[in-house]
C-alpha cells in the first residue's frame, strides 16, 4: 500500500494559463476526494467521485475547474484560464466504502498563480 | 450545512506536558476524523472516531456524539507533536457522501 500519490508537488504559473494535476489513489479504494487549501485554513471540499462517476460539486468549484476520474482508478483536476484567487494547496484524498470509509490524503499541489 | 469550531486555536506548551484539544460540531455525523497536518502540508491521519473512544500510543480521542463534540488528548508532548491539528467531520446528507467538513484547526507549539 503505497498511499495517495499526486503530481505535481508544486506548480508555479502565469494568471490566464490552465493546468492541470493528477491523483493516483490507494489502490480500490473506490472513493477519490478533491479539496483545497489556502493559508491558515482547513481544507474546502470541491468535488469527489465514487468509481469513475463524479456525484457531488461544491459550489467553490466554478465553471474554470473539471475534474475526471476516467476507468475509476486516477483522477485529474484542470484549472482553465487560472487567476491570482486559485493559489491554494490542492488535496486529494481517497477512501474504501467496504470499510469504515476513513478518507487518505496525498501530498498535495501547491499552486501558485502570478 | 454542518458547523465544526475547534478550540483553542493556538496552544504553546513545554515538552512533556498534556493537552486536550476540542471539536464541536453542529449536526449528527456518520464521520469524524482527526488529523495532523506538518510543516509541509501533509495531512496526517489520527483518528477515525464517529463516537466512543481510542489510543494509539501517547494520543487518544473520545467522541460524545449525542452532545456533538469529540476531543483529542496528548499526553507527554514532544517537539514532533507540534503542526495544526484538525477535526474533520461528514454529516449524514440524505443518502448522498459529501467530503468532509474541517475545523480551522488548533496550531500547537512544543517547545523544548
Known amino acids: 500500500d503505497t498511499g495517495v500519490s499526486q503530481n505535481p508537488r508544486h506548480k508555479i504559473t502565469k494568471r490566464g494559463q490552465n493546468v492541470t494535476f493528477r491523483c493516483d489513489p490507494i489502490?480500490?479504494?473506490?472513493?477519490l476526494y478533491w479539496y483545497r487549501q489556502t493559508l491558515g485554513q482547513g481544507p474546502e471540499f470541491l468535488t469527489y467521485?465514487?468509481?469513475?462517476?463524479?456525484?457531488?460539486k461544491s459550489r467553490l468549484l466554478s465553471d474554470r475547474f473539471s475534474a475526471e476520474r476516467p476507468k475509476g482508478s486516477f483522477s485529474t483536476l484542470e484549472i482553465q484560464r487560472t487567476e491570482q484567487g486559485d493559489s491554494a494547496m490542492y488535496l486529494c484524498?481517497?477512501?474504501?466504502?467496504?470499510?469504515?470509509?476513513?478518507?487518505?490524503f496525498g501530498p498535495g499541489t501547491r499552486l501558485t498563480v502570478l | 450545512g454542518i458547523q465544526v469550531e475547534q478550540s483553542p486555536p493556538d496552544l504553546i506548551l513545554q515538552e512533556g506536558a498534556n493537552s486536550t484539544l476540542r471539536c464541536n460540531f453542529s449536526?449528527?455525523?456518520?464521520?469524524l476524523q482527526w488529523f495532523h497536518q506538518n510543516p509541509w502540508g501533509q495531512l496526517i491521519n489520527l483518528f477515525y472516531?464517529?463516537?466512543g473512544t481510542k489510543q494509539n500510543g501517547r494520543l487518544s480521542a473520545t467522541t460524545v456524539a449525542t452532545e456533538r463534540y469529540s476531543l483529542l488528548y496528548i499526553s507527554s508532548s514532544q517537539t514532533t507533536d507540534s503542526g495544526v491539528y484538525f477535526c474533520?467531520?461528514?454529516?449524514?446528507?440524505?443518502?448522498?457522501?459529501?467530503?468532509?467538513?474541517f475545523g480551522k484547526g488548533t496550531h500547537l507549539i512544543i517547545q523544548p
Open positions: 467521485f465514487q468509481n469513475e462517476a463524479q456525484l457531488e
Open positions: 474533520a467531520v461528514q454529516g449524514y446528507s440524505g443518502g448522498g457522501a459529501d467530503g468532509l467538513t
Open positions: 472516531i464517529p463516537s
Open positions: 449536526d449528527s455525523v456518520n464521520n
Open positions: 484524498a481517497s477512501s474504501y466504502t467496504m470499510s469504515t470509509d476513513t478518507q487518505y
Open positions: 489502490s480500490e479504494h473506490n472513493r
